[in-house]
């Protein structure tokens, strides 16, 4: 398997545009994740889906942030409008039940808003 | 939530020497602890974890220890090498929480020669 794949895997945008993260899990996973990690911060987790439905949006930052699967293979985060603060390095993974918990991470989106 | 508490944030030892990383959870229920590797740049991968039914769990030159009691773990590094050098970090998974996994907030560890 390749791995959680993501994209794009940099990005630079100005303040205000839209920007569309995407994630594809590894086939089997039925759990999805996106964690934002910052200096600050550290890892933070956003939101987490199980069989393609949400189940804790706690992390979302604001309403700015929202996260869609609308599969099993798919997944995006989306972030309009967007600010220099959301300047930050987006990880989605994947895990499978019965795989005893293990989270595997792809290689993250490194955003920075200017 | 649970909380989770990783100590120390930066770590430098000599080639050789053994690396010990600390954390504490809140939640008495978390019942699985993972230890991720982060090289700069790079993804966070595991490297090592225990569940709630063993205190301890050796692979080669690193293992990890639970003190459920106390709701501590750590990892050890022994004889410590330069490609060791990473940021490490734990983190804890509550019973019945999906697989939602809570991090602690990350160890700089540099091994020097």
């Known amino acids: 398997d390749a791995g959680v794949i993501q994209s794009p895997r940099h990005e630079v945008t100005e303040m205000g545009q839209e920007v569309t993260l995407r994630c594809k899990p590894i086939?089997?996973?039925?759990?999805l994740f996106w964690y934002r990690q910052t200096m600050m911060r550290g890892l933070e987790l956003l939101i987490y889906?199980?069989?393609?439905?949400?189940?804790?949006d706690s992390g979302m930052p604001e309403d700015r942030f929202s996260a869609k699967m609308p599969n099993a293979s798919f997944s995006t985060l989306k972030i309009q409008p967007s600010e220099p603060r959301d300047s930050a390095v987006y990880f989605c993974?994947?895990?499978?039940?019965?795989?005893?918990?293990?989270?595997?991470f792809g290689e993250g989106s490194w955003l920075t808003v200017v | 939530g649970e909380n989770v508490e990783q100590h120390p944030s930066t770590l430098s030892v000599q080639e050789g020497d053994s690396a010990v990383i600390k954390c504490t959870y809140s939640?008495?229920?978390?019942?699985?602890f993972p230890w991720y590797k982060q090289e700069l740049g790079k993804r966070p991968q595991l490297i090592i974890d225990?569940?709630?039914?063993?205190g301890e769990k050796k692979d080669q030159r690193i293992a990890v220890t639970l003190n459920k009691t106390a709701k501590h773990f750590s990892l050890h590094i022994t004889e410590t090498q330069p490609e060791d050098s990473a940021v490490y970090f734990c983190?804890?998974?509550?019973?019945?929480?999906?697989?939602?996994?809570?991090f602690g907030t990350g160890t700089q560890l540099k091994v020097e020669l």
């Open positions: 993974a994947s895990s499978y039940q019965g795989s005893g918990n293990t989270i595997y």
């Open positions: 086939s089997g996973h039925d759990y």
């Open positions: 889906f199980n069989n393609n439905v949400p189940i804790d």
């Open positions: 939640d008495s229920a978390s019942n699985y």
């Open positions: 225990i569940r709630s039914n063993v």
């Open positions: 983190a804890a998974k509550i019973t019945g929480g999906g697989n939602k996994l809570t």
